[in-house]
Each structure stands twice: as structure tokens, then as C-alpha cells.
């Protein structure tokens, strides 16, 4: 059973341009949330959505976003980025609607680095 | 506003030892808890899961408990190994997950 799956691994970025990146669940996981974590803050909440809609969101301004797909494959994008962006970004699958209900599975994650 | 404290944020101990860490949050509206495992450059493996209903759980050497009343829950590991240095890492659900700052568990050989 694959396991759950990021992309792109490793980016760099500079300050200004944007960036997407794609986290694809385990299969017949319908729930998907993100997390961003830095050596600062730590891990923290970006997002999480069930059957393409999203159930809650952290407390990240509106340059973050994200949305899923019918296939319950998830995006996440962050426009004008900034030197804090930079970041490892994680992504988490599970079976349940809230993504805290049951076993999250994570991903590798996406290490994005803004110069 | 719900806070998540993990101490201490760093221990060495040597192989074979029985070791705890500790984990505190502020809120005891929780609808579970979560020990989570980080080994570095990757993501993070799910330990245990603990419903805000339940007082333990179990898995091979790790025993984890939770005691809402207190605030408090903490993960036991016994015999400890060098394969079981990592950041630890809790996260409690209330809405959304709210993680603590990890435990970096050095196992000396």
C-alpha cells in the first residue's frame, strides 16, 4: 500500500514568486491536512479538507492557500513568498473527517527554501 | 487559547534504560492526543493515539497516558534502543491539532 506522497522533495524559490505544492493521500483516505515547520515556530496548522472542501485553516495569512481534488489529491500554493517561508512542509493523510480523529500518515514532506 | 509544552526538549540516556517525556497542554477540551516520532529531514510516524475517553495506550515498548484533568500526558518507553533516538513529538486535537515544541531523545549505545 503506497504510502502518502510529495512533491516536489526539496525547491528554491526567491523572495516574490510563488510556489505549489502537491501531497497525494494514501488510497481511500478522504481527509488531507498541511503543516508547515520551521526550527522558530515549530509545527503549526496550515489547513485540512475532506471531499474537496476545506474544514478548517490556521492561522496563516491569505498568501497560503490550498484546495483538493475529487481524487482526494491536495494542493497547497503560497504566492509572493517570503524569507520566512521558508520551510518544511508536511502533509498528512487519514480516513476520518477531522484529520485528528484517527491515525494521520504523513508524508516525506516538501523543503522549500526561499533565497 | 490552547498551548502545548513538551519537557525536557532534549535527553541523553544511555541504551537499555526505561525513560519518560512529558507532555502539558493548557485546554483539557480535547478530543484526542497524539504521539508522534521525527526522525531528521523527514516526516513525522504516528505512535499512539490516545481518545480524550481513554487513559492509556500501548504499542510494543511505548505505553502513552493522558489525564485530561491535569492537563497532562506522557509517553513511556522501556528498554530503551539507539533506533528509538528521535524528536518525539505531541499534538493535541481540539478542532484543529496543536503541536508541542518535541522531545529530541538521544539513546547512547
Known amino acids: 500500500k503506497a504510502g502518502v506522497t510529495q512533491t516536489p522533495r526539496y525547491l528554491i524559490k526567491t523572495r516574490g514568486q510563488q510556489v505549489t505544492l502537491s501531497c497525494s493521500p494514501i488510497?481511500?483516505?478522504?481527509?488531507v491536512s498541511w503543516y508547515q515547520q520551521t526550527p522558530g515556530q515549530g509545527l503549526q496548522f496550515l489547513f485540512e479538507y475532506f471531499s474537496e472542501t476545506q474544514r478548517n485553516k490556521g492561522n496563516f495569512p491569505g498568501r497560503f492557500s490550498g484546495r483538493q481534488f475529487s481524487n482526494s489529491r491536495s494542493e497547497m500554493n503560497v504566492s509572493t513568498l517570503e524569507l520566512g517561508d521558508s520551510a518544511l512542509y508536511l502533509c498528512?493523510?487519514?480516513?476520518?473527517?477531522?484529520?485528528?480523529?484517527?491515525?494521520?500518515?504523513f508524508g516525506a514532506g516538501s523543503r522549500l527554501t526561499v533565497l | 487559547k490552547q498551548e502545548v509544552t513538551q519537557i525536557p526538549a532534549a535527553l541523553s540516556v544511555p541504551e537499555g534504560e526505561n525513560l519518560v517525556l512529558n507532555c502539558s497542554f493548557t485546554?483539557?477540551?480535547?478530543?484526542?492526543l497524539q504521539w508522534f516520532r521525527q526522525d531528521p529531514g523527514k516526516g513525522l510516524t504516528s505512535l499512539l493515539l490516545?481518545?480524550?475517553s481513554q487513559r492509556e495506550q500501548t504499542s510494543g515498548r511505548l505505553n502513552a497516558s493522558l489525564d485530561k484533568s491535569s492537563g497532562r500526558s506522557t509517553l513511556y518507553i522501556a528498554a530503551s534502543q539507539p533506533g528509538d533516538s528521535a524528536t518525539y513529538l505531541c499534538?493535541?486535537?481540539?478542532?484543529?491539532?496543536?503541536w508541542g515544541a518535541g522531545t529530541k531523545l538521544i539513546i547512547k549505545p
Open positions: 490516545i481518545q480524550s
Open positions: 485546554d483539557s477540551a480535547i478530543y484526542n
Open positions: 499534538a493535541v486535537i481540539a478542532g484543529q491539532l496543536i
Open positions: 498528512a493523510s487519514s480516513t476520518y473527517r477531522e484529520a485528528g480523529a484517527n491515525v494521520l500518515t
Open positions: 488510497s481511500g483516505h478522504r481527509s
